[in-house]
């Protein structure tokens, strides 16, 4: 199966509840032809990727467009549709990690430290995760309440964790790779990804993953299963669930201090998570629809720390402990609605939409060493801290066609307008997890860190689209918002896309964009302690930070322009090329450089006390910054093709590429006059990424056989390393320039239909267990750290096999 075909594989259950739409394949269609096109609601049924008249069907997209009859291989702006069938085909139990085997200019952290570490974020274009917006259904996902507080390419996010929606409701994911501000507001920089749940009325599918790593860790299990149900005659309840459950796997080095493995910081966390979700609609009249979805997940989850040795606290640990930072996460959106058509020809959809997320943060096998010097007594577990966010959205949205006798094809006209209410909260640890410098690991949180912030968001939009031409089509989008807390932002767009005939069209946009400092961003505090030191994140607006030279946060600004082509030159074959360039202007990332003496006081000031023994130069201090401007130029290439193979079946041929540069073309000072970052901050958001990514390969069917092989090339990226021993030992002016190599991985599975309702199969990710470039001794902290981690690049957890079985009735 090609894993990024525009032509998905699409559940033959599903049907479609907006109007179908139909291209012959290989031809770039009549395009006033697909605009005048009205119909009723149709069936679009794919088998691997061909209809039932032996053409390619084309699926609807909702993304990046109000025109209700798009599709992807017509739209002006690069949307790639990746089916449910695409995504159980990776091996993959998680969203995140399917989307980023199949998409190119999708990238993940690999591993995360502290918080970060039991969240599954992804982003767009090299860009950081909350630059990418998050759909379900259309409607705005609500973020995590956790902050990435770990020092990397993903520092300072706070992204939608993508994996609290089950795999088994995903009908197919709609990925545009093009800046969409003007159309749904803050976020929308690098892209959306809109999560499309499936509409099924009847059957039941059910998969079960179960693998493991060569190293003989990491044991993952993964078992969904979806239903459809009828409501009465005139309408349909989908639902979804799934359990998954990952071990720890542990990818380190010698300890210098015990010339053990006691140190298990360096791999994948032990997490439990379970999901659950509905998707409902009920026909009132023929014109008038009732809505609903939700989804609810829990994670529980246990993140190892750095190894304390036998002398930090023997009385307790004679042997040395291990803390492990916890995770009790509940995230929940539930969303309604009601929507209708041919209302004296206007269309229109009201609806409202409530999300939000809770989290425990504990401490567990750990000890507060100041508490036990003073008391002869210490909890070994901890509540540390608390975080929580929500997000209400409600709009209205309408749209109707205009026949205009001058153009080739009528007017889509749209407007809505929008109000969001946001809250973000902090809450404090028991008393015992910040006594003195607090549990070893990470210091809780005191009642001087409690936040309880909120916002009001409003927005209005409009939107017009047309043919100029018959084979000239035109958008113009533009939007207002203003936010209680930053202000008023405009924002517009135009796309346009020219088909010259129906092998070759040409299509670009320009837009403007922003991003509004999350509440986050403004009030959120924490301490990380290590070994020998200790890393501090300090609210903006609080006096330590303004010691340090914080500044109020400005929206960050963005300007795009993208331009590409698309070629059609034989029968099943389809290429599309992309440029794109994005500038942002006021970034928000952790800023200010400071460590020693100064971010000692600074911490202080704040109430957060230090152990007596932490070298000072490995204490630092930061804060949420407007730190820089950068510049990201890049190209995405596409390409399918589908060969038959007579009486041994057919196989479809995919590649995909993407290749991007990001530069900083600017760093801003803080009110001390100091630059916000050093250069390790600065190649964070430039050189962390890979320069380019290629996935290509093919699936091959054959009666119940199927292989499909596909082979990933990461490009290398830069990273400049914090030397942890000898003379420039934690400096944050001198760094080391690393270079991680291109890596190849190739992942495999071959299937086959024991009966028509169940198949099995036997798969592997990176097969032949390749790792990053190990990372000089030098600045390998403890010497445990062999690997940058924080780089986007191939894993370091090695190869992944598992068994697979699917079953449909």
């Known amino acids: ?123 767009l274009r090299s860009l950081s995760a909350d630059q990418t917006l998050v759909l379900v259904n259309g409607k705005r996902r609500h973020t995590t309440a956790i902050v990435a507080d ?44 809109n999560i499309i749940l499936k509409t099924s009325s009847s059957g039941i599918t059910a998969q079960a993953i179960n693998g493991g790593y060569e190293e003989g860790d990491g044991f993952t299990t993964g078992e969904t299963l979806n239903m459809g149900f009828k409501l009465g005659k005139k309408g349909f309840f989908n639902l979804g669930m799934e359990v998954k459950h990952q071990a720890h796997t542990v990818r380190v080095g010698i300890d210098d201090r015990v010339g053990t493995y006691a140190n298990k910081f360096v791999g994948n966390p032990n997490s439990t998570r379970e999901t659950i979700s509905y998707n409902a609609g009920y026909d009132i009249t023929p014109r008038i629809q009732l809505y609903s979805f939700a989804t609810y997940g829990h994670r529980y989850g246990q993140s190892f720390q750095n190894y304390r040795t036998p002398s930090v606290l023997p009385q307790v640990y004679p042997e040395g402990f291990s803390p492990q930072i916890t995770l009790n996460s509940n995230d929940f959106q539930v969303a309604a609605g009601i929507k209708g058509h041919d209302f004296w020809g206007w269309g229109w959809d009201l609806s409202t939409t409530y999300g939000a997320e809770y989290d425990s943060i504990g401490m567990i096998s750990s000890a507060n060493v100041d508490l036990y010097n003073d008391t002869h007594s210490t909890p070994q577990n901890f509540h540390m801290m608390s975080f929580s966010d929500s997000q209400w959205t409600s709009g209205l949205d309408v749209h109707r066609s205009f026949a205009v006798p001058v153009l080739a094809g009528p007017v889509n006209f749209a407007m809505g307008a929008q109000y969001r209410y946001e809250t973000y909260n902090v809450g404090a ?16 949180l005191s009642q001087l860190s409690v936040a309880h912030a909120g916002r009001d968001v409003t927005a209005g939009y409009v939107d017009a689209s047309t043919y100029l031409l018959k084979n000239w089509q035109i958008d113009f989008a533009g939007r207002v918002e203003h936010y209680t807390d930053s202000g008023n932002t405009e924002t517009g767009k135009v796309s346009t896309r020219y088909d010259f005939n129906k092998y070759f069209a040409l299509r670009g946009a320009i837009s403007n964009g922003f991003r509004a400092p999350n509440l986050a961003e403004q009030h959120y505090t924490s301490l990380g302690v290590l070994p020998t030191g200790a890393q501090g994140i300090l609210a903006v607006n609080t006096v330590a930070a303004q010691m340090l030279g914080a500044k109020a946060l400005k929206p960050e600004r963005s300007t795009n322009f993208s331009a590409g082509f698309l070629l059609n030159p034989v029968k099943n074959l389809h290429i599309s090329v992309d ?127 199927d292989l499909a092989i ?25 760094f080391l320039e690393f270079v991680n190599t291109p890596k190849f991985a190739t992942n495999i599975q071959i299937g086959y239909k024991v009966t028509p309702q169940l198949r099995l199969a036997l798969g592997a990710n990176n097969i032949f267990n390749k790792y990053p470039r190990e990372i000089p001794t030098d600045t390998r902290y403890l010497g445990v750290y062999k690997y940058d981690y924080t780089s986007e690049q191939i894993g370091v957890n090695g190869g992944f096999y598992y068994m697979q079985a699917n079953l449909a009735m």
Not at 165 to 192: F, N, R, T, W
Request: overall charge negative; proline content about 4%.
């Open 1 to 123: 199966m090609s894993l990024v075909s525009l032509c998905s594989i699409i559940d033959s259950s599903r049907a479609w509840a907006a109007d179908a739409h139909v291209a012959t394949a290989g031809q770039v269609e009549n395009p006033k032809a697909a605009v005048a096109q009205q119909g009723a609601a149709r069936r679009t049924t794919l088998a691997h990727g061909k209809g039932a008249s032996g053409g390619e069907d084309e699926q609807i997209i909702v993304t990046g467009t109000r025109d209700p009859h798009q599709t992807a291989r017509h739209s002006m702006s690069p949307v790639t549709i990746v089916s449910g069938a695409q995504l159980r085909a990776t091996g993959q139990s998680d969203l995140r990690d399917a989307l980023t085997l199949i998409a190119p200019s999708i990238t993940r952290p690999d591993m995360a430290g502290g918080n970060a570490n039991l969240v599954d974020a992804l982003s």
């Open 150 to 193: 770990y020092m990397g390419p993903q520092t300072g996010t706070t992204p939608v964790d993508v994996d609290m929606i089950p795999l088994s409701s995903i009908d197919h994911v709609e990925v545009l790779q093009d800046g969409a501000a003007a159309l749904y507001g803050s976020d929308a920089i690098a892209g959306v990804i």
């Open 429 to 444: 640890g028991e008393p015992a997890s910040y006594y003195g410098a607090g549990a070893e690991s990470e210091d809780g």
């Open 579 to 705: 440029a794109y360039q994005i500038a942002i202007k006021n970034r928000i990332v952790l800023g200010g450089n400071y460590n020693g003496a100064t971010a000692e006081n600074a911490l202080k000031a704040q109430g957060i006390q230090l152990s007596d023994n932490v070298i000072p130069a490995d204490v630092s201090a930061q804060y949420f910054s407007n730190a820089a401007n950068t510049r990201t130029r890049g190209v995405d290439i596409t390409a399918q093709y589908r060969t038959n193979v007579g009486r041994y079946g057919y196989i479809t041929w995919d590649a995909s590429f993407n290749m991007q540069n990001t530069d900083v073309t600017h760093v801003n000072s803080d009110e001390n006059g100091n630059l916000l970052l050093n250069r390790q901050g600065m190649a964070y958001l430039s050189t962390y990424f890979p320069k380019n990514k290629l996935i290509f390969g093919g699936h091959w069917y054959n009666g119940r056989f």
């Open 710 to 734: 596909h082979e990933l090339r990461y490009g290398s990226t830069t990273s400049q390393l914090q030397y942890t021993s000898g003379p420039l030992a934690y400096s944050n002016t001198q």
